[in-house]
T-cell receptor, first 119, second 113 residues
Framework: EAGVAQSPRYKIIEKRQSVAFWCNPI?????LYWYQQILGQGPKLLIQ????????DSQLPKDRFSAERLKGVDSTLKIQPAKLEDSAVYLC?????????????????FGPGTRLTVL | GNSVTQMEGPVTLSEEAFLTINCTYTATGYPSLFWYVQYPGEGLQLLLKATKADDKGSNKGFEATYRKETTSFHLEKGSVQVSDSAVYFC????????????FGRGTSLIVHP
């Protein structure tokens, strides 16, 4: 089966500009995650969707970050306006689980990530 | 809140050496525990997992046992290969209430021939 697809792979922007990342999960996977991974740190969850509903967005900086998953399939993460500290790799992952409780044991499949550099 | 602490890297070993990467966690309730691996130029992929106390996860010669009494999930392999060179991430997802996955900082493993 095809893996999690993300685009673009790399993006360089200046601070205060806007940027959007796209993710297409594995077909049939109900749960989709967006993570931020700053250099030298582990992935930090930004938002978790189950189908097209939000399970958790408590760690998403909502003043500048937004995400949507229309039709419960692919998803877009946007940053507007970007700051220097947003430089990171943005990872998308998906899993089969259809209920929030199932996600505690389910395997997450990660995409290759988008490396964002904010100048 | 939940947290995962991994040993600092890089860990540098010769081929066929024994590997241990320490991982301890803090979480309320009964989390599931995971080890993910990231090979150079690739995305993270699940290596093994354990969902309850005393469970042992294993894959590709790697093992980790869920020790609730010491809140640990140390990764071990008896004989490492050059191809095991990668970054290893310990992670947990707590059951009940918040399901936010929490990852450690990652431990880089370098295996020399």
């Amino acid at each position: 089966e095809a893996g999690v697809a993300q685009s673009p792979r790399y993006k360089i922007i200046e601070k205060r500009q806007s940027v959007a990342f796209w993710c297409n999960p594995i077909s049939g996977h109900a749960t989709l995650y967006w993570y931020q991974q700053i250099l030298g740190q582990g992935p930090k969850l930004l938002i978790q969707f189950q189908n097209n509903g939000v399970v958790d967005d408590s760690q998403l900086p909502k003043d500048r970050f937004s995400a949507e998953r229309l039709k419960g399939v692919d998803s877009t993460l946007k940053i507007q306006p970007a700051k220097l500290e947003d430089s990171a790799v943005y990872l998308c992952a998906s899993s089969r689980s259809r209920l929030a409780g199932e996600s505690t044991t389910d395997t997450q499949y990660f995409g290759p990530g988008t490396r964002l550099t904010v100048l | 809140g939940n947290s995962v602490t991994q040993m600092e890297g890089p860990v540098t070993l010769s081929e066929e050496a024994f590997l241990t990467i320490n991982c301890t966690y803090t979480a309320t309730g009964y989390p599931s525990l995971f080890w993910y691996v990231q090979y150079p130029g690739e995305g993270l992929q699940l290596l093994l997992k354990a969902t309850k106390a005393d469970d042992k996860g294993s894959n590709k010669g790697f093992e980790a046992t869920y020790r609730k009494e010491t809140t640990s999930f140390h990764l071990e392999k008896g004989s490492v290969q050059v191809s095991d060179s990668a970054v290893y991430f310990c992670a947990l997802i707590r059951s009940g209430g918040s399901y936010i996955p929490t990852f450690g900082r990652g431990t880089s493993l370098i295996v020399h021939p």
